[in-house]
């Protein structure tokens, strides 16, 4: 029998085409025209296959894979919700699809209509003055939103202003974005409910500090209720305050960023306002600035004048920080769901993401050690296993669950607890699939009690077993020609 799981390369058959062009039409191109530096010396490397096979191939592969829409998939910190289907169909109009950055903008009305209505719904929803949809992701939209805190000091001469205070639950793009940025992260501890410590806080205020990066509700999805304090004490010391809304589903149409005190942000559309993500796949992290820094927001603007939508580039901008608009469709994808959802039901959103997340807590806190107790925001961190003489480590769970059809959630993150898993439900899921989890879940703790070797073999249903993730990690095979070497070295 064919197996259509093999690689692509293994279905080879000399000769055999999937698809040709009629020759008359496409004459020789004449290679001669090419400089024979540029020529090719090898003949290319590609597999021989037909239509049939590639296509059997990849829907078999992709068979293996597991997604939002095959099952529960809880991984904290990324809102893995569903991705409703509407919104795919939106971003695949031709309208849309079709058009060129570089047309003039009298034939792209209604897309600048979308671009600019979104950075509006933006605005409302966060309390914040103007929003530019160009960055690519999270990490990027951080980036900028630090460029412009830099900016803002310098432009008042004050170059002293480097350090960026970070709390130690943050994501770990936080401290990253603040280097690139050229500017030093400076982190300080969390105290005993997972929350900023005012008194670190305080310790390390200075006027070297241009601004500290917050997460509310933080890592540990916990809600900050000194949040007010915090912002004070920070402008107080001349810093600026930068709100990372990656997740923004638990004060979805509740509490608002602006009124919190923060001066910038950035929203992930490919998290809260459920445009696929994962796999690398194209992301968009808006960023939201109060008034006085609306100067300062990227290339190219988009703005407008009575019904008139047009495009600006100003001078006092960042200047530009991704090709056009950034990534368009995603964008349009984040507007077709918030308008299907409408002001009403967005408000909803995060309520129903928050009394997931604590029912959860509630349910598995008798099994499950939770070092943070009282109410949760739209995600929980439990720290392994109350029974910790099992040997059974947060691992094991995680790849236990596998055999039971569900993704694991995210493991050893936030770093504050040594067997840290965070789970976060969202709001799309059915009280049916949340109480399939739970009782997965227990059913797990249990196994951890009386046959704990099941667990250390987990998973066994799945086509691949435990990874080697470090062998993986080390040895990068990205072509069937390092595969190939592979396997021949190995002998
Ligand atoms: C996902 C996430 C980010 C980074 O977003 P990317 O789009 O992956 O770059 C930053 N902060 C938090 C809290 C996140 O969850």
Do not use: W
């Amino acid at each position: 029998m064919i197996n259509y799981n093999k690689m692509i390369f293994e279905l080879s058959n000399p000769g055999r085409i999937g698809y040709s062009l009629p020759k008359e039409r496409f004459p020789e191109y004449n290679i001669t025209q090419i400089e024979t530096q540029y020529l090719r010396e090898d003949e290319l490397l590609l597999p021989e296959v037909s239509e049939l096979d590639v296509l059997r191939h990849f829907t078999n592969i992709s068979n293996k894979n597991f997604g939002v829409e095959n099952g529960f998939y809880p991984l904290g910190s990324c809102t893995m919700k569903y991705n409703p289907k509407i919104n795919e169909e939106m971003a695949g109009l031709k309208a849309f699809k079709n058009l060129h950055p570089l047309q003039p903008v009298s034939t792209t009305q209604g897309a600048l209509e979308v671009y600019y209505n979104l950075q509006q719904y933006l605005s409302e929803i966060s309390g914040l003055h103007e929003f530019s949809l160009n960055p690519y992701a999270g990490a990027h939209g951080e980036l900028v939103g630090l460029m412009v805190i830099k900016a803002y000091h310098e432009d008042r001469g004050d170059f002293k202003r480097k350090k960026i205070i970070i709390p130690d639950s943050a994501h770990g793009t936080n401290p990253a974005s603040t280097t690139v940025c050229g500017m030093e992260a400076v982190e300080i501890v969390s105290n005993e409910r997972g929350r900023v410590n005012l008194e670190s806080l305080k310790a390390v205020l200075s006027d070297e500090i241009a601004g500290m990066m917050l997460t509310n509700p933080n890592t540990l999805g916990i809600f900050e209720n000194d949040i007010c304090e915090i912002t004070k004490l920070v402008h107080e010391a001349g810093g600026l305050m930068y709100y990372d809304g990656a997740n923004l589903n638990a004060l979805l149409g509740k509490v608002r960023p602006g009124d919190m005190g923060f001066d910038v942000m950035h929203i992930n559309l490919h998290k809260t306002f459920s445009t696929p993500h994962g796999g690398g796949g194209p992301g968009s992290g808006p960023v939201g600035v109060t008034e006085e820094l609306t100067k300062y927001l990227p290339n190219p603007k988009v703005k407008k004048h009575e019904d008139y939508y047009y495009v600006e580039n100003s001078k006092d901008a960042l200047g530009q920080i991704s090709s056009y608009f950034g990534n368009y469709l995603v964008a349009l994808r984040a507007y077709t769901y918030i308008r299907t959802l409408g002001k009403e039901n967005l408000r909803l959103v995060g309520p129903y993401a928050t009394l997931n997340a604590n029912y959860i807590s509630n349910a598995l806190k008798t099994a499950y050690e939770l070092p943070i107790t009282g109410y949760c925001m739209h995600e929980v961190v439990f720290n392994g296993l109350i029974n910790k003489e099992t040997e059974v480590k947060t691992l094991d769970i995680a790849k236990r669950l596998l055999d039971f059809g569900m993704h694991a959630p995210t493991i050893y993150f936030p770093l504050l607890f040594p067997q840290s898993i965070m789970i976060e439900p969202t709001e799309t899921e059915s009280k049916e699939t949340i109480d399939d989890f739970i009782n997965v879940m227990h059913k797990i703790a249990v196994e951890a009690k009386e046959q704990p070797e099941i667990l250390k073999q987990a998973p066994t249903t799945t086509p691949i077993r435990r990874t080697d993730e470090v062998f993986a990690a080390k040895m990068m095979i990205f072509s069937y020609k390092d595969y190939l070497e592979y396997i021949n070295n190995r002998g």
